[in-house]
Every structure is written in structure tokens, then in C-alpha cells.
């Protein structure tokens, strides 16, 4: 028998699953409405816990710096000087290429490179 004449009874949440439940919802990509139906929550409650359990300046975490976005560089091909093909570490013959960078850096690369370690090499000299 229904005793408290057919209203609802609120459900109690306790103040750590609110917090988690708000931490998910701002979370980068997440939906407030998809977080909503993995707690079985309203999505109207849910937007109530995030405006009173919202993060304060204090908690926020300064977020990471943008990534530079890719752009293209001028590149001359070109034949090798002989003087610089008795440097020391050239092997003088065509498995290598050298890269300069800002018209200060030379960079030679062999033919087994990482292709990731030398983007991290032309990215520091770049920003030098």
C-alpha cells in the first residue's frame, strides 16, 4: 500500500558519488545525458549537481598547451658540396639527407631513422 499518497520519494546520493558523478560529466568529450543514464540519473539533476558541485578557480588544473599545428616549410634540394661530404660521421655516399633548419641548424639523417625522434629534433630547433 502506496501510504505517502502516490509522490516520489527522493533518492538519496551520497555527497562523494554526486562529486563523481559532476567529475564525469565535465570530463573532455563526455555527455551530459549519456553520464546521466550510466549512473541512472536525470539528466535535470545531474545539471543541478554540476552548477552546485561546479569547479572553483582553485581546483582547476591549468590545462596543457595547445599543440602547434602543422605547416608546411620550404625545402631546396640540392647536390652536397665535397668539402662537406669528408665531415666527420658522413659516409659520402647518397643514404643520408641533411636538413637545415632556420638557416642555422644542419641536421643528417641516415637512411634507419626514427621518424618520431627526428620530429622532436626539428621541433626544439624550430622554436629556438
Not at 625545402?75 to 661530404?85: D, K, R, Y
Not at 638557416?103 to 630547433?125: A, S
Request: glycine share 8%; proline share 9%; with cysteine.
Amino acid at each position: 500500500m502506496d501510504t505517502n499518497g502516490g509522490r516520489r520519494t527522493n533518492k538519496r546520493w551520497p555527497e562523494a558519488l554526486k562529486r563523481e558523478i559532476v567529475a564525469a560529466s565535465f570530463a573532455p568529450g563526455a555527455s551530459v545525458s549519456v553520464v546521466a543514464r550510466q549512473y541512472d540519473v536525470n539528466v535535470n539533476q545531474v545539471f543541478s549537481w554540476r552548477h552546485r558541485y561546479r569547479p572553483t578557480a582553485d581546483a582547476v588544473v591549468h590545462p596543457a598547451p595547445p599543440v602547434p599545428r602543422p605547416r608546411l616549410v620550404p625545402v631546396t634540394i640540392g647536390v652536397e658540396p665535397e668539402s662537406s661530404a669528408a665531415l666527420p660521421g658522413s659516409s659520402g655516399s647518397g643514404d643520408t639527407i641533411t636538413i637545415e633548419v632556420a638557416g642555422t641548424y644542419l641536421v643528417r639523417v641516415g637512411v634507419n631513422f626514427d621518424g618520431r625522434v627526428l620530429r622532436r629534433v626539428l621541433d626544439c630547433l624550430v622554436r629556438r
